[in-house]
């Protein structure tokens, strides 16, 4: 069965600290990889897509597809990076949600 | 651009009612998908449509139905609601179907099941 686990429920860190959100993913072929954000009060929306390869907001995302990762991280977390953070592979059609990871960064 | 439109924002029924949820996509864009979320289950995927037809279909029982109309607008229809359909429905638009498509959100309809 396709599965996506996010270990973290909950994240906080410290302004200018690294972080990094946890993604593991079990599902037969090769999933397109993303990564949706939340801010508050704000509609989900797409951060970065593996495909694409790029740095948004100064986040970036490893595949490793030998240990079936995608995790996200940042050098250097900023305050307006507080959000809701989910990880989401897609195959044919369908997109399917980890249960989400919640960042709070503390000034 | 305007965004992903979804009408009503909010919703009350009680149990064996049924209800439909109104989707509107982004100009344009012929496919629209649509997600439960709960705080227990998460995100759950529901269906998508693309040109009309039904391409693909979450695991929700028959009671969960949709539709896509030729402008691409989208309904979703609940029949004979249960407690547990107490959720935020949000439907999701994009230019085509696949993977590399990027979803556009709509701010969701809370449906509160009494």
């Known amino acids: 069965a396709q599965r996506v686990t996010q270990p973290e429920k909950l994240l906080s860190v410290f302004k200018g600290a690294p972080v990094e959100l946890k993604c593991n993913y079990s599902y037969s072929g090769s999933p397109e990889l993303f990564w949706y954000v939340q801010y508050s009060r704000q509609r989900l929306q797409l951060l970065l897509r593996h495909i694409s390869r790029e740095s948004i907001k100064g986040f970036t995302a490893d595949l490793n597809k030998g240990e079936t990762s995608f995790h996200l991280k940042k050098p250097f977390a900023q305050e307006e990076d507080s959000a809701m953070y989910y990880c989401?592979?897609?195959?044919?059609?369908?997109?399917?949600f980890g249960a989400g990871t919640t960042v709070t960064v503390r000034a | 651009k305007a965004g992903v439109t979804q009408t009503p924002r909010y919703l009350i029924k009680t149990r064996g009612q049924q209800v439909t949820l109104s989707c509107s996509p982004i100009s344009g864009h012929r496919s629209v998908s649509w997600y439960q979320q709960t705080p227990g289950q998460g995100l759950q995927f529901l269906f998508e449509y693309f040109s009309e037809t039904q391409r693909n279909k979450g695991n929700f029982p028959g009671r969960f139905s949709g539709r896509q109309f030729s402008n691409s607008r989208s309904e979703m229809n609940v029949s004979t609601l249960e407690l547990g359909d107490s959720a935020l429905y949000l439907c999701?638009?994009?230019f085509g179907t696949g993977g590399i498509n990027e979803q556009f959100f709509g701010p969701g309809t809370r449906l509160t099941v009494l």
């Open positions: 989401a592979p897609r195959d044919d059609y369908k997109l399917s």
């Open positions: 999701a638009s994009s």
